[in-house]
């Protein structure tokens, strides 16, 4: 598990504080007391730990399948070190994933009916809102990686973008 975005992004400022001072209530139908409905025996924070458990190995795989839209990654390794190098330009994405994990939470969770206040069909709109965001916020992000001056690499090994576009420049 990539250990440097443990806790990048927090539940509540009530619970625990994050490194990127992004929380997850601060998204709409996501708080702390739809999260205790769900938590069962188990504590707000047991399931925070188990949907950002999941958010950041689907991060993972899914920031490898962006990259390699451009990029051709040699070595595997480089794409943790990529990662933390990177977390406060992916954060906005992690937060988005981490949100509609947490949405997912909800709607697997047998607790969740229309007397507890929770509407499935709102949080199922509310996960695909926050799933279209990330995707879009991850390109928009990986676009935004300098690696040329990045350290996850060795001297001349950086990897090259495999974009179909090239730029001719024609003098008169």
């Not at 409905?37 to 399948?65: G, L, M, P």
Request: charge should be negative; aromatic fraction near 12%.
């Amino acid at each position: 598990m990539l250990d440097c975005l443990t806790d990048y992004i927090g539940l509540s400022s009530s619970v625990r504080t994050s490194e990127s001072g992004l929380y997850l209530d601060a998204f709409p139908g996501i708080n702390l007391f739809n999260i205790l409905k769900i938590a069962d025996e188990h504590s707000i924070e047991k399931v925070y730990e188990d949907v950002q458990r999941r958010s950041i190995a689907k991060f993972r795989t899914f920031f490898i399948t962006e990259f390699n839209r451009c990029f051709k990654l040699y070595k595997r390794e480089a794409v943790d070190c990529l990662i933390c190098e990177n977390k406060e330009l992916l954060a906005i994405a992690l937060w988005y994933l981490t949100g509609a994990e947490l949405c997912e939470e909800f709607l697997r969770s047998d607790r969740i009916n229309r007397y507890t206040g929770v509407d499935r069909k709102s949080v199922k709109e509310n996960k695909d809102n926050l799933t279209d965001a990330f995707f879009s916020e991850l390109a928009t992000s990986i676009a935004g990686i300098d690696i040329e001056s990045s350290t996850c690499f060795e001297e001349g090994d950086n990897p090259e973008c495999n974009s179909s576009v090239t730029f001719v420049q024609v003098c008169p």
